[in-house]
């Protein structure tokens, strides 16, 4: 027993030609590049570029954009390279496996919970403080009740009323499992239409907002080099080469999503043609909304706004202060929110159920996992326990537990794709490859350092929780996973 033995790539290959009797395929390109931005296009958005303006870059938080794009770039390359020569659920899990062994693969594997599953939750905990926006500010109904819509952890500091349970952020989750559960078709249709609500509030502001734009504001263009401090006493590297590096560390949670399209490639019509398609057209047509979406946020508002009456809500507070006779659009920014927050849970707990599903076939995970739906054909069970997961850790916990573990742990999967092309190029050179990674190993190497470069300005206390969340998936692989192993105990 190994725990450095590989999956055989004729084995994966056949597992995918398997595959026609057991997911159905019936995503096409364009569900898929709807599917990616709806994970793309959330509260990183419309939360994060008011931050990173604030705290690091100031206007220059385009070129913020533009960086963070370059490192997701070079990884999605790598991603269309790999999800459409290998068409099999699990995403760089199953990459992973084909490349570098059991182990390593187990170590992405736990390592994508922190991207979909925790991800999942701490936006599910954010949707339900923006339920109460919605229900306060635009329906101008009264809020649900503190008790029922925060954790017990946490307590009101004007009222002093603890919480009990986060009911509206269990609602979502529970929600869109059934619809996982329903089917995938289902699920892409729901999620084209949040897509198609979103992405026209972001296109109307954009066009209104260019109207409102002073020059003044985006003057200097790049700050000189000062350090800010928040309101907690952290000081920030702002303006100048830092500045933007930092800012693209905070930007970069709005990039993430675009690979979990990658965890559709078992249920995707031509995979080799159209999983490239939904990777790169989804982070493309993004891409160009954050950097037109920035440069308007910065130049109808000033930097001071951000970092004091605006804040989280900078987006609506922006249009309130000085888009005149257009503050009905700040309110069709939270509801633009709470769309964006609903796709962006849909497509990680998609994600996080086919990881769970190709584990399941493994045996590195529960089989039960890999079992699918008699009906629907999903896999249900992956589907009910990532509910219970999710959903407790949405109901339970508060949502700044998880800070930027999520980042981190994303970051991580995408410099592991990365060397997976490189490794796979040199074992397998003769493997059929639809869409060929360019340049490489250039362009995997540049993927490896942008992604490192972004881990590395994350600070040590988030690679400190990234390697206490690893430490405890090595337990569980030695306690369980290397025992029930289908490839090192074929008889199992």
Request: hydrophobic content about 50%; overall charge neutral.
């Amino acid at each position: 027993m190994s725990i450095w033995k590989r999956k055989l790539l004729a084995q994966l290959i056949a597992e995918s030609a398997e595959s026609e009797k057991g997911l159905k395929r019936t995503l096409t390109a364009w569900t898929l590049i709807a599917l990616g931005i709806g994970a793309i296009i959330g509260a990183g958005l419309f939360v994060r570029t008011a931050t990173a303006a604030a705290q690091s870059a100031g206007p220059s938080v385009t070129l913020a954009f533009v960086v963070a794009a370059i490192g997701c770039a070079l990884a999605g390359l790598c991603y269309a390279e790999l999800s459409s020569s290998i068409p099999i659920s699990g995403s760089a899990y199953t990459y992973t496996y084909a490349t570098m062994g059991e182990f390593l693969a187990w170590i992405i594997g736990w390592d994508l919970i922190l991207e979909y599953a925790v991800g999942a939750a701490t936006v599910g905990i954010a949707w339900s403080e923006y339920l109460n926006n919605l229900l306060v500010n635009v329906l101008h109904t009264s809020p649900i009740p503190y008790s029922l819509s925060h954790s017990p952890f946490q307590t009101n500091l004007a009222t002093g009323e603890h919480g009990l349970i986060n009911l509206p952020a269990l609602f979502i989750v529970a929600v869109i499992s059934m619809l996982l559960i329903k089917g995938i078709q289902e699920s892409a249709f729901v999620n084209g239409i949040i897509v198609v609500v979103k992405v026209a509030i972001v296109i109307m502001i954009i066009i209104i907002g260019w109207n409102f734009i002073n020059p003044e504001n985006h003057t200097p263009y790049i700050p000189p080099t000062s350090i800010f401090t928040d309101e907690h006493g952290v000081g920030h590297a702002f303006g100048g080469f830092w500045g933007i590096i930092g800012a693209a560390g905070t930007v970069f949670f709005a990039f993430i999503g675009f690979d979990a399209v990658s965890t559709a490639a078992q249920e995707t019509i031509n995979p080799k043609r159209n999983m490239p398609i939904g990777i790169l057209g989804s982070l493309a047509i993004c891409t160009v909304l954050y950097i037109l979406f920035g440069h308007v946020l910065t130049g109808v508002a000033t930097v001071e706004d951000f970092r004091t009456g605006g804040k989280e809500a900078s987006v609506a507070f922006a249009i309130s202060k000085y888009m005149i006779g257009y503050e009905w659009l700040g309110q069709f920014v939270t509801v633009a929110i709470l769309a964006g927050f609903s796709s962006v849970i849909l497509v990680m707990l998609l994600g996080q159920s086919r990881v769970f599903y190709a584990m399941g076939k493994d045996g590195l995970l529960p089989k039960s996992f890999s079992d699918l739906h008699p009906k629907y054909q999903t896999p249900y069970k992956a589907n009910i326990a990532i509910l219970v997961i999710v959903g407790a850790f949405a109901a339970f916990v508060p949502g700044d537990i998880v800070g930027d573990m999520t980042s981190i742990g994303t970051l991580f999967a995408f410099v592991l794709v990365c060397v997976a092309v490189i490794i796979l190029r040199k074992k397998e050179p003769n493997m059929v490859r639809e869409f060929k990674t360019p340049w490489v190993p250039l362009v995997p190497i540049l993927g490896v350092i942008s992604c490192s470069l972004m881990m590395y300005g994350l600070g040590w206390t988030n690679w400190l929780r990234l390697f206490a969340w690893m430490a405890l998936g090595v337990i569980l692989y030695f306690v369980y996973g290397k025992k029930n192993s289908v490839l090192n105990n074929p008889k199992k």
